[in-house]
């Protein structure tokens, strides 16, 4: 149980271009799901907190405009890299939590978007 | 500044050993701590939770232990095999309840046959 499924799982694109990924909970229903960004060797560096049917909160130094995310079901919340550079770059994962104290996260297995 | 530490390098350890991987934190007050696997190229997968009342949690051939007083939490893998080889993450949650955690830089396990 708890699967979360990311996608793509890696994407090349142009600078300048749009790139969304997706992020499905399959067999939970997901109150809150989270974005982060790893880069190589680093550990996951929180983006943005999303609440169903809610904005997003992002964290310090997050530009909502460039990242945006939509969380319009229990099971599916979207990232749009809008506007690509290079700098964008990175291995973004997302993750699923059910309501409740302490619940662990699950995430999904990442997308590795690369920026030409 | 808040700080969470674990091993740098990684831990190279024979199979059928006791590996043992150190989460540090300073200036943090958590609820709980969570201890994460991660694989190269893949999501982090959740192996085990302790509050901040517990002492010790096991599951199978895992244990963790909460030092409060430390700030520090210790994760043991026992008769480890080379299946165990990953990167091992901790994450700290700051209330019970609040959402989000806040991830340590992970420690890379490597066991040798």
């Known amino acids: 149980g708890a699967v979360v499924s990311q996608h793509p799982s890696w994407v090349i694109c142009k600078s300048g271009t749009s790139v969304k990924i997706e992020c499905r909970s399959l067999?939970?229903?997901?109150?809150?799901m989270f974005w982060y960004r790893q880069f190589p060797k680093q550990s996951l560096m929180l983006m943005a907190t999303s609440n169903e049917g809610s904005k997003a909160t992002y964290e310090q130094g997050v530009e909502k405009d460039k990242f945006l995310i939509n969380h319009a079901s229990l099971t599916l919340s979207t990232l749009t890299v809008t506007s690509a550079h290079p700098e964008d770059s990175s291995f973004y994962i997302c993750?699923?939590?059910?309501?409740?104290?302490?619940?662990?996260?699950?995430f999904g297995d990442g997308t590795r978007l690369s920026i030409l | 500044s808040q700080k969470i530490e674990q091993n740098s390098e990684a831990l190279n350890i024979q199979e059928g050993k006791t590996a043992t991987l150190t989460c540090n934190y300073t200036n943090y007050s958590p609820a709980y701590l969570q201890w994460y696997r991660q694989d190269p190229g893949r999501g982090p997968v959740f192996l085990l939770l302790?509050?901040?009342?517990?002492k010790e949690k096991r599951k199978e051939r895992l244990k963790v232990t909460f030092d409060t007083t430390l700030k520090q939490s210790l994760f043991h893998i026992t008769a480890s095999q080379p299946a165990d080889s990953a990167t091992y993450l901790c994450a700290l949650g700051l209330a019970a309840g609040y959402q989000k955690v806040t991830f340590g830089t992970g420690t890379k396990l490597q066991v040798i046959p």
């Open positions: 302790i509050r901040e009342n517990e």
């Open positions: 067999d939970f229903q997901a109150t809150t």
């Open positions: 993750s699923a939590r059910v309501r409740g104290s302490n619940q662990p996260q699950h």
